[in-house]
């Protein structure tokens, strides 16, 4: 690892930097000084109290963009290559591969996370820390479920059709809008299935008769007759 470092002009002179209490500067030399090749360092928290700087300092850095703090505790320093350029003969690759692999490099030269890699090592249950922003399978939702979308009646209609069952499609949606698409206390995620549970009442509830039916339709008993036989002569 090279003995020598260099600071950019451009950064150590600009506001944000300057901005910032002597203190918290003094430390971003500190840390850049000790940094490997690649502007890693794994021991952040052991300079801080060696130079007297307190949690602030460090937390402000990281604030203000000037480190990037990993959960394993290595900070990199974010613009470790604007300020320095070390030739092959004497670099040394930094050991921390698996947090370099979290960034990428911007045009600009300056390190910045790569949210892509991000987000693959979260789904291997894997949990970044970023400053106070926490990165795992907790907070990130890697399979987003689509909202629920009311289906239109023709929608309802055509299904029905395939199955070939005796569902109402105007009734059925005129039902669940009544209620808010709402299946008990929970909100509907499949209207294809509400659709298979009313064909599947449908088979197993009995046949109502059909009251529209007329005088000739319908199945009277002899009693029945005779009373309304009885009726149109004017006995009853």
């Not at 963009?65 to 003969?89: A, E, L, M």
């Not at 005796?166 to 709402?182: E, H, L, P, T």
């Amino acid at each position: 690892m090279a003995e020598r470092r260099m600071f950019a002009k451009t950064i150590i002179d600009s506001d944000a930097f300057l901005d910032m209490p002597l203190s918290t500067q003094a430390l971003y030399f500190h840390l850049s000084m000790r940094a490997d090749d690649d502007g890693f360092i794994n021991n952040p928290k052991k300079i801080q109290r060696m130079v007297g700087a307190s949690d602030d300092d460090l937390k402000l850095l990281a604030a203000k963009n000037f480190i990037i703090p990993f959960d394993s505790g290595i900070v990199v320093i974010k613009h470790w290559k604007i300020h320095n350029y070390i030739q092959s003969d004497r670099y040394k690759p930094t050991v921390y591969v698996e947090e370099k692999a979290m960034l990428e490099v911007k045009p600009n030269s300056a390190y910045r996370l790569d949210t892509e890699c991000i987000q693959d090592v979260s789904k291997t249950d894997t949990q970044v820390r970023l400053g106070k922003v926490r990165l795992g399978k907790d907070s990130i939702e890697v399979e987003k479920r689509a909202a629920f979308t009311p289906p239109a009646i023709d929608d309802v209609a055509n299904y029905c059709r395939e199955r070939n069952n005796n569902v109402d499609a105007q009734r059925f949606i005129d039902f669940y809008a009544s209620k808010g698409w709402m299946i008990g206390k929970n909100k509907m995620k499949d209207w294809k299935a509400a659709v298979r549970t009313w064909e599947q009442r449908d088979k197993t509830e009995p046949a109502k008769p059909n009251k529209a039916l007329d005088y000739n339709q319908r199945q009277y008993t002899e009693s029945d007759i005779t009373a309304i036989e009885r009726k149109k002569l004017g006995l009853i």
